[in-house]
T-cell receptor, first 115, second 110 residues
Framework: AQSVAQPEDQVNVAEGNPLTVKCTYS??????LFWYVQYPNRGLQFLLK??????LVKGSYGFEAEFNKSQTSFHLKKPSALVSDSALYFC?????????????FGPGTRLSVLP | DAGITQSPRHKVTETGTPVTLRCHQT?????MYWYRQDPGHGLRLIHY???????DKGEVSDGYSVSRSKTEDFLLTLESATSSQTSVYFC?????????FGEGSRLTVL
């Protein structure tokens, strides 16, 4: 069975500092990995995904994520945080051979960027 | 943005009443999904559809039913709402790649 862990409920970072939001996963086959962001009273917005290839994936709004197969991790990073990055972030995984119904989401990490 | 519209966006109802949430897409996508979002649980799949009249259960399907009579519409019905079904409900589309989500429907069952 697939699973996703986001070990931190809340991450606080000062504006201008680098940020990391952690994600580890478990999947039987090869993973598709995703990050989504949710702003208050909005739906989830797709940020980036890893399928194959370069372990460092670049996405929207200056975010990037690093796939580490040996550590089964897919941490979200940004070199310099903005106050507007404050939101709820979700990591998700599915097996590369499956379809959308097999998406599994983590519980979410709330990022607060302090001015 | 993906053309996904959910209605109603907010609803307050009483225990025991039926409720139907509607998801409408303009992307002509074959796969559609209903999720619920609750604090600490992320998103959990309720039901999904892989075509007109083709639906299947997800992780938390008890107390919910769905129907898809047209490609563009996917309805979620709570036959007799309970307080445990107070949640935010999201519709999504997608299959082999990423999912795209609607803006959500906030349901409160008193």
């Amino acid at each position: 069975a697939q699973s996703v862990a986001q070990p931190e409920d809340q991450v606080n970072v000062a504006e201008g500092n680098p940020l990391t939001v952690k994600c580890t996963y478990s999947v039987s086959g090869n993973p598709y990995l995703f990050w989504y962001v949710q702003y208050p009273n909005r739906g989830l917005q797709f940020l980036l995904k890893y399928i194959t290839g370069d372990n460092l994936v670049k996405g929207s709004y200056g975010f990037e994520a690093e796939f580490n197969k040996s550590q089964t991790s897919f941490h979200l990073k940004k070199p310099s945080a903005l106050v507007s990055d404050s939101a709820l972030y979700f990591c998700a995984v599915r097996d590369i051979e499956s379809y959308g119904q097999n998406f599994v989401f983590g519980p979410g990490t709330r990022l607060s960027v302090l001015p | 943005d993906a053309g996904i519209t959910q209605s109603p966006r907010h609803k307050v109802t009483e225990t025991g009443t039926p409720v139907t949430l509607r998801c409408h897409q303009t992307e002509n996508h074959r796969y559609m999904y209903w999720y619920r979002q609750d604090p600490g649980h992320g998103l959990r799949l309720i039901h999904y559809s892989y075509g007109v009249k083709d639906t299947d259960k997800g992780e938390v399907s008890d107390g919910y039913s769905v129907s898809r009579s047209k490609t563009e519409d996917f309805l979620l019905t709570l036959e007799s709402a309970t307080s445990s079904q107070t949640s935010v409900y999201f519709c999504a589309i997608g299959s082999t790649g990423e999912l795209f989500f609607g803006e959500g429907s906030r349901l409160t069952v008193l």
